[in-house]
């Protein structure tokens, strides 16, 4: 499963940017999918999952603020991001593991995107 992650930019504080990630190489229906960020100094973080029941889940920071979709083909994940904040600044990946749940350790998925970075100035 190869993955590519695309939509990253600067924004101010207050603004949206939506990520996209193209899933290629399998039958993308079989796996979970989710995102993560890492900024600098910090360890890679979970921020939206997706089952593959449909299920999502939100990092509590990003909770209200954040949205994770999949679209028709489900070959494109999707991370709709409102309301940015500084502390949102980080690489963004794209990442799968193929079960049906999405595991909570962010070492348990197989698959990951090169990333793309976000930047929030305040």
């Known amino acids: 499963l190869q993955l590519v992650e695309t939509g990253g930019g600067s924004v101010p504080a207050g603004g949206s940017l939506r990520l996209s990630c193209s899933a290629s190489g399998a039958t993308s229906t079989s796996y979970c999918m989710g995102w993560f960020r890492q900024a600098l100094g910090k360890e890679r973080e979970a921020v939206a999952t997706l089952d593959v029941d449909g299920t999502t889940n939100y990092a509590d920071s990003v909770n209200g603020r954040f949205t994770v979709t999949q679209d028709n083909t489900l070959h494109t994940l999707n991370l709709q991001m409102n309301n940015l904040k500084p502390e949102d600044t980080a690489m963004y990946y794209c990442?799968?593991?193929?079960?049906?749940?999405?595991?909570?350790?962010?070492?348990?998925?197989?698959?990951w995107g090169q990333g793309t970075q976000v930047t929030v100035s305040s």
């Open positions: 990442a799968a593991v193929r079960f049906w749940r999405c595991p909570a350790r962010v070492d348990q998925y197989r698959f």
